[in-house]
Nanobody
């Protein structure tokens, strides 16, 4: 079981970045997927989640209207498009596969986690 996040980097405030999460087919099939982030000294927090077929999405209030989660099941890939980035979005971003077909805000509902990708937003 493998999940791999990529695409992070350094971007100026107000800029955009798109990060990706590639999963093994076994992990990906019929699973909801979520993005979480963790800033230094803070707990890991929910960012966004998407259902197994992309039909349902949920977002943290802090990113609603700025971030968009999507998935391409043919490529076993989930994306997080991040626009209007702010310095407070700086964190390591992790993707995770849910135990069910739908994502949730609760990290305990996820059983597979990938290594994160660093996103840094400069002011």
């Amino acid at each position: 079981v493998q999940l791999q996040a990529s695409g992070g980097g350094l971007v100026q405030a107000g800029g955009s970045l798109k990060i990706s999460c590639v999963a093994s087919k076994r992990t990906f099939t019929n699973s909801g997927v979520g993005w979480f982030r963790q800033a230094p000294g803070k707990e890991r927090e929910f960012v966004a989640a998407i259902s197994w077929n992309g039909g349902a999405t949920i977002y943290a209030d802090s990113v609603k209207g700025r971030f968009a989660i999507s998935r391409d099941n043919a490529k076993s890939t989930v994306y997080l498009q991040m626009n209007s980035l702010k310095p407070e979005d700086t964190a390591v971003y992790y993707c995770a596969a849910a135990r069910s077909a739908y994502g949730s805000r609760n990290l305990n509902d996820y059983n597979y986690w990938g290594r994160g990708t660093q996103v840094t937003v400069s002011s």
